[in-house]
């Protein structure tokens, strides 16, 4: 890049090195087991019945049903969510995760696990 450029160039040009270096732009449609997202229209379905989730909430799921069994650490987790200029705290992902498990359990299966001193993972 050539002086001078903004900081909002910079961050755009990042993310999109970023993507290209995850595998590309997101999938729309996410499924692992009963629970489906679509990105498109930030819905999520849990065995047909519709949740009423945040846009954090849906976007922490996303990134975690997409690649179920993968460990995220609290600091992916929230760049997913919020992107990377976000300053936050990452304790903050523990209360997002909390909100879930709670509106998941309505069928008595947890799926979203700890994994204590690395972070989360979706199991279907």
Known sequence: ?????????????ARVILRRAAGGDPVELVRAGGLTLDRSRYQADLNGHAMD??????????????QPGRIFSRDQLLN?????SFDGYERA???????????LEADEVAHIVTVHGVGYKYVV
């Open 80 to 84: 997913a969510a919020h992107g990377l």
């Open 53 to 66: 989730l945040t846009p954090t909430e849906f976007e922490i799921l996303a990134t975690l049903a997409a």
């Open 93 to 103: 992902i523990d209360w997002h995760i909390r909100n879930l498990r709670r509106k």
């Open 1 to 13: 890049m050539t002086k001078p450029f903004s900081p909002r160039e910079l961050v755009a040009r």
